[in-house]
């Protein structure tokens, strides 16, 4: 070097002493991303998860039926006829503005005149068998023991006729209050005591004729 500071001729001219290259205190360089770089996500960042979504199905329904696209609303029912009833009993609740309203409760057809009706039909067509069998077997002796079987089945259930129209017309009789049903069948009440009158009274009267035709053959 020369008295100026001047590098010699010939000999290397210094450089600057910081190092260019990589050496052992650089952190490793970061390798590069998977993605191209001018995505919208920045380098080094982890891209979003983007959902699966269900594959869509096409709806096998009708068209207006509850789950598909554009489906109706359901119709609301009508409130039911008792609602249009008008009040029988109104009864004020005291120390409040309330008061407690008694419905008038349609009435039903008592199941005691339906039972008797039927006890009655059965009773006279029983009647009729034993007449049948009774007259028939009278001159061979057997007429009145088959025809006494088919009377106690004939005198049982006119017997029911009987007895269930009589319960039966009690029933419709009856005076019910507000909250209580109210029964109807009169009519059936007064058939079922007639029809099992009357099938006792042909029992009674097929069985004596037999007895007579048995005895006096």
Do not use: N, Y
């Not at 360089?29 to 979504?53: K, L, R, Y």
């Not at 039972?115 to 028939?136: H, P, W």
């Not at 009987?162 to 049903?181: D, E, H, K, S, T």
């Amino acid at each position: 070097m020369t008295a100026d500071g001047a590098p010699p001729d010939g000999a290397p001219t210094p450089t600057d002493p910081t190092p260019t290259g990589p050496t052992s205190a650089d952190p490793p360089p970061t390798p590069a991303p998977a993605w191209s770089t001018d995505s919208a996500w920045s380098v080094g960042s982890v891209p979003p998860a983007v959902p699966h979504a269900a594959p869509a199905t096409a709806w096998s329904g009708p068209v207006g039926a509850p789950g598909s696209v554009g489906a109706l609303p359901r119709a609301v029912p009508p409130p039911p006829r008792e609602a249009w009833a008008r009040p029988r009993k109104v009864e004020a609740v005291p120390g409040t503005s309330f008061a407690l309203v008694h419905l008038d409760v349609p009435p039903v057809t008592s199941g005691l005149a339906v039972g008797a009706l039927v006890a009655g039909i059965v009773s006279v067509l029983v009647s009729f068998i034993v007449g049948c069998f009774g007259l028939a077997g009278a001159q061979d002796g057997w007429g009145v023991w088959v025809g006494g079987a088919f009377a106690l089945v004939a005198g049982v259930t006119g017997g029911a006729g009987i007895a269930l129209g009589w319960l039966g017309m009690r029933q419709i009789r009856r005076v019910a209050p507000p909250p209580a049903i109210r029964f109807t069948g009169r009519g059936l009440a007064i058939s079922g005591i007639a029809c099992g009158a009357t099938g006792l009274g042909l029992t009674v009267l097929g069985l004596a004729m037999a007895s007579l035709i048995q005895v006096t053959a």
